[in-house]
């Protein structure tokens, strides 16, 4: 009776994984078929130049006097009509050099105009909140302080707004430190086929891209129609996409609109950004599923997309539960008479490699690049996806943890920067003892090494 | 390149021929998959009494399974035990030292405690040799005839080539079961020496998950080489996007 009840069970959580992923397989394949076949091509370069509006550009900073100037420098030599920019670098508590180096940029050029913050939350979100109330321009774009952008990135960021329908644009983000370490190697794989595939596949096919919060904008006016930048949110920027989303603004993705940024080089790092994302992004599942459902305006195949872009990182436990029920099978010999367990274990295994990116959108990708080294690395993606199931899974047992105990989740870190032999620094930690962890603000708490940045 | 409707049609129909022929030999395939497996079997002197017919899918029978005789527990050499404890301290180091390696060797030692578990608190759960066979001609013969549809769009559909695309299509295929074959002998012999200590281990290891890194390791010898093939082209490409 026992045995029946755990086959019973064990099969019927094998055909939820089954169900589940081979959704999200079907969802990659297309995606990556769809870019194949550079199907519905959706190019906005065209619009470049053809309307200049005025545009201000925030560059959250914590502690960047080792990449400062660089961006700094980077955007004074684009391309941009001086007279139509303003650069508003966000120096949030910063307890090195990044003081003087913004305050030197701003006494040379007049379109610098710092925000030089001393008090008050720490983290991006809220530093945005505040430096948005400066800014006059009808744009608004967003680096990272360790970004370079090209010169001709504004322009290209901006050209999409031509379309009075596009309340944010998204940029691509590239790796620049590939070579440096091997995860940093596999997230270079991982970042190609996101952006390369999955963001312009499913632009061209008519969905909402996201807003990835940095290297893009967004209108001044639609995000003052949703309220603003969600303080609250760790990932301000899925929270942005959805909002915007919601109330009927189209984000745009420009492949071409490339900046270069530093991936993380040790899983240490790489975790803690992970588990940020998955916070933020599953907090937004849960925000914003309901009014997803309800929207008139989207049609069934946005909403689903959505949907699916939303709950992408539940499909990590959801592996991890098809694995454990394949087990119990297999120590069942009952159940090795009927072909369950080589079937589950074929599709969970078949979709091993599914979960960020399949192979198909990172060949695919690739091939669109033509960065053919970088191919040889994904029979190793393999590892990258075992740490990542495993960090998605510890994340979103602490979000669920949290959630229904109600108290707060992790705040926000700022990913370690190696650049220049920057070593990273506790964000805010000027601002309170070392010894004081944690601090309460709105229901989150921000660790000592809270801080901004990608 | 640019994929055409024509193309795609070939290229699926391609697939299509491959999948029925497949089908239509799988008696024939898993007969050849058996009698290369007992050649190999008998070059590691590993005993076989003979092989007996196991069912495998509907239509699509009888396969054959094995004779190999499987120790319990408490027959389990003492160096098969020795090479368990082995296992999960070599894993633990992994761990330890390799963040990257660190989830998948956990994942590994779960499954080596696991086994360990069930050998000790049940010895005389056993799993025969006839019903690993079955267990593997199942899920081999999912991939094989799976592998012509998964090789259309990684091998055949991204090639500027056709030719060249069937050339990796039917190197995969044939990789495919040669190398099933090796990891079934090699899984036989495991489970005569140590019983089922490793199996659940070894059916990760060497099950679908190699299936899908042998396939992986040829579609980025594929990009590699097809990237290289497109440089000269890829500007055509990039003017459409």
């Not at chain 1, 010169?151 to 329908?165: G, H, S, Y």
């Not at chain 1, 933020?280 to 909403?303: I, M, V």
């Not at chain 1, 091939?367 to 994904?378: F, I, N, P, S, Y």
């Not at chain 2, 396969?63 to 894993?91: D, K, N, Y």
Request: with cysteine; charged share 15%; aromatic share 12%.
């Amino acid at each position: 009776m026992a045995v029946t009840a755990l086959i019973t069970i064990s099969w019927l959580l094998i055909v939820l994984s089954m169900l589940v992923l081979g959704a999200y397989a079907v969802r990659h394949y297309y995606l990556g078929y769809s870019r194949m076949r550079l199907e519905h091509p959706r190019e906005t370069n065209e619009l470049v130049g053809f309307v200049m509006p005025r545009i201000t550009v925030f560059i959250p900073m914590h502690n960047e006097e080792k990449v400062a100037r660089d961006i700094l420098q980077a955007l004074v030599d684009c391309d941009y009509d001086w007279e139509l920019l303003e650069v508003i670098p966000v120096n949030d508590r910063s307890t090195d050099g990044t003081r003087a180096i913004v305050d030197e940029f701003a006494g040379r050029y007049p379109f610098i105009k710092p925000y030089h913050r001393t008090e008050g939350v720490g983290g991006k979100p809220a530093a945005l909140v505040e430096a948005t109330e400066l800014a006059t321009g009808d744009i608004y774009l967003m680096f990272d302080a360790d970004y370079v952008p090209g010169r001709a990135v504004l322009k290209m960021l901006t050209a999409p707004f031509v379309d009075p329908e596009i309340g944010a644009v998204m940029g691509r983000v590239v790796p620049h430190n590939i070579g440096d370490s091997l995860l940093s190697g596999l997230l270079s794989l991982e970042r190609c086929a996101g952006y390369q595939s999955v963001q312009q596949a499913r632009f061209n096919l008519g969905f909402t891209a996201q807003f990835g919060g940095t290297v893009g904008g967004v209108r001044a006016a639609a995000l003052r129609a949703v309220g603003g930048w969600n303080p609250e949110s760790l990932t301000e920027d899925t929270d942005l996409t959805f909002a915007l989303l919601l109330s009927g603004w189209r984000t745009a993705y420009v492949n071409r609109a490339e900046c270069y940024e530093e991936v993380p080089q040790d899983w240490a790092v790489r975790r803690r950004q992970l588990s940020r994302w998955v916070t933020g992004h599953t907090e937004c599942l849960h925000n914003y599923w309901p009014d997803l459902l309800r929207a008139r305006f989207l049609s069934r195949e946005e909403k689903t997309d959505a949907l699916f872009l939303l709950a992408m990182y539940l499909t990590a436990p959801i592996i991890v539960i098809g694995w454990v029920a394949s087990l119990v099978l297999f120590f069942i010999p009952e159940a090795h008479a009927v072909p369950v367990l080589p079937v589950a274990m074929l599709i969970i295994g078949y979709l091993l490699f599914s979960n960020q990116a399949t192979f198909l959108e990172i060949g695919v990708a690739t091939l669109l690049d033509g960065t053919r080294l970088r191919a040889l690395l994904m029979p190793l993606s393999l590892l990258n996806f075992f740490a990542n199931t495993g960090a998605i899974c510890n994340a979103l047992r602490k979000f669920y943890w949290n959630r229904f105990w109600g108290s707060g989740g992790d705040g926000w870190y700022k990913t370690h920067r190696t650049r220049l032999d920057t070593e990273g620094q506790a964000f805010g930690a000027g601002a309170k003892p070392a010894g004081a962890a944690r601090q309460s603000v709105k229901g989150l708490y921000y660790a000592n090494n809270e801080g901004m940045g990608d | 390149m640019q994929l055409t409707r024509a193309r795609v049609g070939i290229a699926l129909g391609f697939a299509f021929a491959v999948f029925i022929l497949l089908a239509y030999f799988a008696v024939p395939l898993m007969a050849l998959h058996s009698s290369m497996a007992d050649t190999l079997l008998r070059w590691a002197g590993i005993p076989n009494a003979g092989w007996e017919p196991v069912s495998v899918f509907p239509g699509l029978e009888p396969g054959s399974g094995p004779l190999v005789p499987v120790p319990t527990f408490s027959q389990v050499s003492e160096g098969a035990r020795f090479a368990l404890i082995l296992g999960i301290v070599a894993l633990l180091i992994v761990a330890r030292r390799f963040s990257l390696f660190r989830n998948l060797a956990n994942f590994l030692i779960v499954l080596l405690l696991v086994s360990a578990v069930v050998n000790v608190f049940f010895d005389t759960f056993q799993l025969q040799s006839k019903v690993f066979g079955q267990i593997w001609l199942r899920q081999e013969l999912l991939v094989w005839l799976l592998m012509p549809f998964v090789s259309l769009l990684l091998f055949l559909l991204p090639q500027p080539n056709l030719g060249v695309g069937l050339g990796w299509m039917a190197l995969v295929q044939v990789y495919g079961f040669l190398f099933s074959v090796l990891r079934f002998v090699f899984c036989v012999g495991m489970l005569h020496h140590t019983g089922l200590l490793f199996m659940p281990l070894l059916w990760f290891a060497l099950g679908t998950l190699s299936d899908l890194l042998f396939l992986l390791f040829f579609y980025s010898i594929s990009v590699y080489r097809t990237s290289g093939q497109l440089w000269g082209v890829r500007s055509s490409w990039q003017s459409q996007l």
